[in-house]
């Protein structure tokens, strides 16, 4: 078991989705590098988009749907799902939160799952304040869909933002379709939000053509 300390600091998650119906699926595989997983699903066509700047702060009830993603298996004990847009984040001023007072997930409470139309892939990104070795630490975070987990890896930021966040991406692609995907964590307190959830489909491949019938070599010869 992984263990880490009580942090101030918090985490952003962006969650990207990627569906296939064609035989151009990318192949199962976890992705740390945003690039190299854009690149594995770059065929792909939007499905949905969520970025939560359309969505009016506050708390949601579970199975609320947003652009065709549903939320679900969250743990409501210690506050609601929300809306929230305190805090630097990807797109826009809004992300998904908690409503405790902080405004943010807690890793130590805060799993949940995600549900969309049938997908073979999905991407986040992880952006967070926690001090990497100390209050963060590689794979507490995971997300996991059809049969892939991709693990976090604090060792490779893609990004900073504005108030010095570090960014990170995870994504997984999976040759076996879903309709969920779950987001996990450490037992212990870290916080995070997420942000700009993305459903993409690969593209249909349509089969070859029948070839041509071969000429009736008796038929050519009475017509000849």
Do not use: W
Not at 98 to 104: A, K, P, R, T, W
Not at 106 to 125: E, P, Q, R, V
Not at 183 to 204: E, G
Request: proline fraction near 5%; include cysteine.
């Amino acid at each position: 078991m992984l263990m880490l300390g009580k942090s101030s600091g918090f985490i952003t998650a962006t969650v990207l989705c990627a569906a296939s119906i064609g035989s151009a699926i990318a192949s199962p595989m976890a992705y740390t590098d945003y690039t190299a997983f854009m690149t594995a699903t770059g065929s792909y066509t939007s499905v949905a988009t969520l970025n939560f700047d359309a969505l009016s702060v506050g708390a949601f009830a579970l199975g609320s749907a947003f652009n065709g993603v549903t939320f679900t298996g969250h743990d409501d004990t210690a506050g609601q799902l929300a809306v929230a847009t305190d805090y630097a984040t990807t797109s826009g001023v809004n992300y998904l939160g908690v409503d405790n007072g902080s405004d943010m997930l807690n890793g130590g409470t805060d799993n949940f799952s995600l549900s969309f139309a049938t997908s073979n892939a999905i991407g986040l990104f992880i952006i967070t304040n926690e001090t990497p070795g100390e209050t963060l630490f590689n794979g507490d975070i995971q997300l996991f869909a059809g049969g892939v987990t991709a693990m976090l890896d604090t060792d490779t930021p893609y990004k900073y933002l504005r108030d010095d966040s570090a960014v990170f991406f995870l994504g997984l692609t999976s040759d076996t379709a879903f309709t969920s995907a779950a987001l996990t964590n450490a037992t212990v307190d870290f916080f995070y939000n997420i942000d700009d959830i993305t459903l993409t489909a690969a593209p249909v491949v349509p089969p070859p053509p029948n070839p041509a019938p071969a000429p009736n070599p008796i038929l050519a010869g009475v017509l000849g």
